[in-house]
Structure formats: C-alpha cells, structure tokens
C-alpha cells in the first residue's frame, strides 16, 4: 500500500512539472509555431480565473462560392477518407472533405497514388508540368519526393496563394520555415491539413517489464530522468547494459533473443542524430541555409550512436539476420513480442498490431538528446511527412488558396483532435504519463533542412549519417569532404531556381 500511495505521489508530481514545463515552451513560442488541439477546454493558473483558450477563426469569405468547381487532388495517401473505413481518422478526414465542399461549394476529384504509387508522383508532377498541362489543383507527396520539385521550380510560391495564410496555428510554419531555402518564399505546405505531421513524430517506446527487470526502474523514474533533462544516448546505454538473453540456450546472439534495442538498416541511426538536438544548418545573413554539419559536436554524437547501434553486444543489427534481413517491421516484431527493451521508432507505429496485441505494457518518451547539455528534447517529424503544393501550371489560385486554408481549418477542428486525442493518447498508450510525454514531445517538434533535403547525397534518410552507419561509424570526415561541395551547389540550385 505504501508503495501504491509513494507511485501515485510521484506521478502527481511529475504531471505537475510536466504541466508547468508544458506551459513555458507554449508561452515562449513564436508566431505560427504549430501545436496540436489538445483537449483541455479551460487553462487555469494558481490564483487566477479558469480562462478559456483563445480560439483563431478562419478568415475567408462569409459568401465566399466557387461555383461548384472540381478541385483536382493528387492524392498519395487516401485524403479521400471514407465512412466505410472503421477507423475513426478516416471518417474525420471523409466529413472533413465534405464540410470543405459543402462550406466552399466545390467537389473533391482524387487522382490517387496509392500504396507503393506514392513514389511514382513525382514522375507525374514532373510529365504535367513539362508539358504545361493544367491536370492538377493540388499536390500531395511524402516530403523527401517532393522537395526536390522545388528545386526544378514546378511548385507555386505560397506567396501567390492569396487565402493562405502561414501565421495561423493550423499551418506548422516553424517546420515550413526549416525546410525551405528561403523562409519569406514557401513552396510546400503541411500542418493540421494532415495527421500526417503528428504520426510521423520520432518517439522512443520501452519495455515497462524490461525497464523494470533489467533496469532496475520503473516507468516513473524513467519520466523523471526525461523530465530533468538526463535523458540521453549514454542514459539509455546505461540502463540497458545487461539486457542481453540468450533465450533459445544455443549459444548464438540471434534473433530468438533479447536485447537492449533492435534496429532495422539505417533509419533509427539517422532519426536519431536529427532528432538528438543538435542542428546540421545555419542561416546566413540573408537567411539562406548554410552547413553546419562538420564540428566537434557531429563528431562526437556520431561516436555516441556507433557505440550504441553498432558496437553495443546489448543491440540487434536485424537486417544481418537470416529471419529479418528484408523484413522493415523487424524491430516492431522483437519489441511486441517483448525481446527488445526499447524501440526508435514514431507514434504511429503504436496503432500496428505488434504494439496493440503486446503482452507487456509499454511507455512513451522522447528519442534521448545527443548530451545532457542540450538544452531540450527535439524530435523530428519524419522525412516521408505529407506536403500539400499546388503546381505551377494551376490556373485558378485564388479558389484553390481557399480550399487549402478551409481544408488546414476544419483538419484542426476535426481530424487532429480525433488523431492526437483519441487514437494516439488514448487508444495506443498504456499510462497516463505517456499521453503527457507525447504533449512534450509535440511541443518540442522541429526538423532540419538537412534531413528533408538531399543536397546531392549530403541530406536525407539516405544521406551522411546513413553512409556513416553504413561504413560502421567510420570515416565521417573524409565522407563529407567529399560530399560537401555537391551540397552546397545543390543549395545553390534551389536558390536558383526560387529566383528564376
């Protein structure tokens, strides 16, 4: 009993430091910093009169009517939606295109890029544009295809998008701004238009029974060790040492056994470095992206992350496996069946059957920083985010401009709610800390130029930290000098093509 009324105390405490660091990273955003609706209806202050929250309204039109005009989607992840799909996001995303229509008086067209099609939308883009059709009003690709159509100047400028307007909270314009070349000239689009941008969110899942087995804590110890900023590579290391079994008695570290993580190719290796903390791209004085990639603090985070997923006994590799070399669910097959301890993965990996049909309870936290120096936790948003753009060949950009902003308006009234809520903090965690610990970790979203831009090689999921991965942690500097000039002119073409 003791123990009980000791845990409850604690997790009473912690939701109280939570909250209050919750309320400091909200009071010190800037302008058009993105946050999901959350569902607190009221915010109440010690001594002050329950508030309720500032509610921005869309700003188009009263008697604004497009005449019944198609609005042409390139759809490459079902924003179709459908009453007939059995998932609560889906029927949002369906009633969410109605409204638009109804509100705007247009119909949806979806051209849809399906499953494994989703690659080929670049190709179409590219045949559309080339040839000066007007075959599309809106785009919608996974960010790392569809930023280098920026570059090849096929997207039209926000700027030319009359009813968008970037300082609304539906839009995440941080993120818009960190992946542009050029902040005052936005190409793409993304916020709460998609859900697409919160389930992407890079998050650390463990092992409650492992924690507690291997590691000696509890899932409490573990929020308090996140929440005083100790929660790093090195931390994770520690607690983790001794998780090795061999649980199958043959004397051979495989994949029948338990680890401190599992980790599939290069993704969690990459993910991991961005979302560490540290940044990999300045801006000079005229606000273009520069390199920032080739310091001592790269250096040493690439050390730390080699000895964590390549040197470290306590770690599975699981595409040198005879059972999991071309198996990209791998580390969620290992960690639902209890054998790893943590997993790197993002949230909505917590909505696949390995981790709702799992035996063990699981938590939520933050991918570890790169030093406990640094100043706070920075997770990115995956590079396959969804990005709304509207061609160059588009003739009507006033009424698509309103569909984008309606459609950006109702996704935060209807589908982010029902996603963020519902599904991922209710449906998919197990504790009420882990619902609080995706709040820090959505308020401390960001991303890096470098991840969502190739830059010929340097950038991307396939960029310097997954070749440094690839050549087992060596050889980082010789690496990017020989990679660092074809960036720099790749960041040179985009200027080019922007001012074009």
Same mark, same amino acid.
């Given at each position: 009993?003791?123990?009980?009324?000791?845990?409850?105390?604690?997790?009473?405490?912690?939701?109280?430091?939570?909250?209050?660091?919750?309320?400091?990273?909200a009071?010190?955003?800037?302008?058009?910093?993105?946050?999901?609706?959350?569902?607190?209806?009221?915010?109440?202050?010690?001594?002050?009169?329950?508030?309720?929250?500032?509610?921005?309204?869309?700003?188009?039109?009263?008697?604004?009517?497009? #005449? +019944?005009? $198609?609005?042409?989607? *390139?759809?490459?992840?079902?924003?179709? %939606? =459908?009453?007939?799909e059995?998932?609560?996001?889906?029927?949002?995303?369906?009633?969410?295109?109605?409204?638009?229509?109804?509100?705007?008086?247009?119909?949806?067209?979806?051209?849809?890029y399906?499953?494994?099609d989703?690659?080929?939308?670049?190709?179409?883009?590219?045949?559309?544009v080339?040839?000066?059709?007007?075959?599309?009003?809106?785009?919608?690709?996974a960010?790392?295809?569809?930023?280098?159509?920026?570059?090849?100047?096929?997207?039209?400028?926000?700027?030319?998008?009359?009813?968008?307007?970037?300082?609304?909270?539906?839009?995440?314009?941080?993120?818009?701004?960190?992946?542009?070349?050029?902040?005052?000239?936005?190409?793409?689009?993304?916020?709460d238009?998609?859900?697409?941008f919160?389930?992407?969110?890079?998050?650390?899942?463990?092992?409650?029974?492992?924690?507690?087995?291997? #590691? +000696?804590? $509890?899932n409490?110890? *573990?929020?308090?060790?996140?929440?005083? %900023? =100790?929660?790093?590579?090195?931390?994770?290391?520690?607690?983790?040492?001794?998780?090795?079994?061999?649980?199958?008695?043959?004397?051979q570290?495989?994949?029948?056994?338990?680890?401190?993580?599992?980790?599939?190719?290069?993704?969690?290796?990459?993910?991991?470095?961005?979302?560490?903390?540290?940044?990999?791209?300045?801006?000079?004085?005229?606000?273009?992206?520069?390199?920032?990639?080739?310091?001592?603090?790269?250096?040493?985070?690439?050390?730390?992350?080699?000895?964590?997923?390549?040197?470290?006994?306590?770690?599975?590799?699981?595409?040198?496996?005879?059972?999991?070399?071309?198996?990209?669910?791998?580390?969620?097959?290992l960690?639902?069946?209890?054998?790893?301890?943590?997993?790197?993965?993002?949230?909505?990996?917590?909505?696949?059957?390995?981790?709702?049909?799992?035996?063990?309870?699981?938590?939520?936290?933050?991918?570890?920083?790169?030093?406990?120096?640094?100043?706070?936790?920075?997770?990115?948003?995956?590079?396959?985010?969804?990005?709304?753009?509207?061609?160059?060949?588009?003739?009507?950009?006033?009424?698509?401009?309103?569909?984008?902003?309606s459609?950006?308006?109702?996704?935060?009234?209807?589908?982010?709610?029902?996603?963020?809520?519902?599904?991922?903090?209710?449906?998919?965690?197990?504790?009420?800390?882990?619902?609080q610990?995706?709040?820090l970790?959505?308020?401390?979203?960001r991303?890096?130029?470098?991840?969502?831009?190739?830059?010929?090689?340097?950038?991307?999921?396939?960029?310097?930290?997954a070749?440094?991965?690839?050549?087992?942690?060596?050889?980082?500097?010789?690496?990017?000098?020989?990679?660092?000039?074809?960036?720099?002119?790749?960041?040179?073409?985009?200027?080019?093509?922007?001012?074009?």
């Amino acid at each position: 009993m003791k123990n009980e009324i000791h845990m409850e105390e604690s997790m009473r405490k912690l939701s109280f430091f939570l909250a209050a660091l919750l309320a400091s990273a909200a009071a010190s955003a800037s302008c058009g910093s993105y946050a999901p609706v959350v569902s607190n209806d009221s915010v109440t202050t010690q001594g002050e009169v329950t508030t309720a929250p500032e509610v921005e309204e869309l700003s188009l039109p009263d008697d604004l009517d497009l #005449g +019944g005009m $198609t609005i042409r989607v *390139l759809n490459s992840q079902d924003y179709a %939606g =459908g009453e007939a799909e059995g998932d609560l996001v889906y029927e949002e995303i369906y009633k969410r295109n109605m409204k638009v229509e109804e509100e705007l008086n247009v119909t949806f067209e979806f051209i849809d890029y399906l499953g494994a099609d989703y690659q080929k939308v670049p190709a179409a883009v590219r045949q559309s544009v080339n040839a000066g059709s007007d075959d599309y009003d809106i785009i919608t690709c996974a960010g790392r295809l569809s930023l280098p159509l920026v570059s090849e100047g096929l997207y039209t400028s926000v700027n030319d998008l009359p009813y968008v307007e970037l300082e609304k909270p539906w839009w995440a314009t941080d993120m818009l701004e960190a992946i542009s070349v050029n902040a005052s000239d936005i190409r793409v689009l993304t916020g709460d238009i998609t859900h697409c941008f919160l389930e992407r969110l890079s998050c650390a899942f463990v092992n409650q029974r492992l924690l507690e087995e291997v #590691g +000696g804590l $509890t899932n409490t110890d *573990l929020y308090e060790i996140v929440l005083n %900023g =100790g929660w790093t590579f090195d931390k994770m290391s520690e607690i983790g040492k001794n998780a090795y079994r061999d649980l199958n008695g043959d004397s051979q570290a495989d994949e029948a056994d338990q680890y401190m993580l599992g980790h599939y190719l290069t993704y969690a290796f990459t993910r991991s470095a961005y979302s560490s903390g540290l940044s990999f791209t300045d801006r000079d004085s005229v606000g273009y992206p520069v390199l920032a990639v080739n310091n001592e603090r790269t250096v040493s985070l690439i050390e730390t992350l080699t000895d964590l997923f390549i040197k470290n006994e306590n770690v599975i590799q699981l595409q040198t496996t005879s059972t999991y070399s071309s198996n990209n669910r791998a580390d969620k097959i290992l960690f639902g069946a209890g054998q790893t301890m943590f997993m790197l993965e993002r949230f909505y990996v917590a909505g696949w059957d390995e981790l709702r049909n799992m035996k063990d309870d699981f938590c939520i936290v933050p991918y570890p920083k790169a030093a406990a120096d640094v100043d706070t936790y920075r997770t990115v948003s995956d590079s396959n985010t969804l990005l709304f753009s509207v061609p160059v060949t588009a003739q009507k950009l006033t009424e698509i401009s309103a569909v984008l902003e309606s459609m950006a308006y109702y996704g935060k009234q209807m589908i982010s709610p029902v996603y963020y809520e519902t599904a991922l903090k209710i449906k998919y965690t197990r504790d009420d800390m882990s619902s609080q610990m995706i709040d820090l970790i959505t308020e401390n979203a960001r991303t890096d130029f470098l991840y969502f831009n190739n830059l010929n090689g340097m950038g991307g999921e396939d960029g310097i930290f997954a070749q440094v991965y690839n050549n087992a942690g060596e050889g980082f500097s010789s690496l990017y000098a020989s990679l660092e000039e074809a960036a720099k002119t790749g960041i040179s073409d985009i200027i080019k093509a922007l001012n074009s």
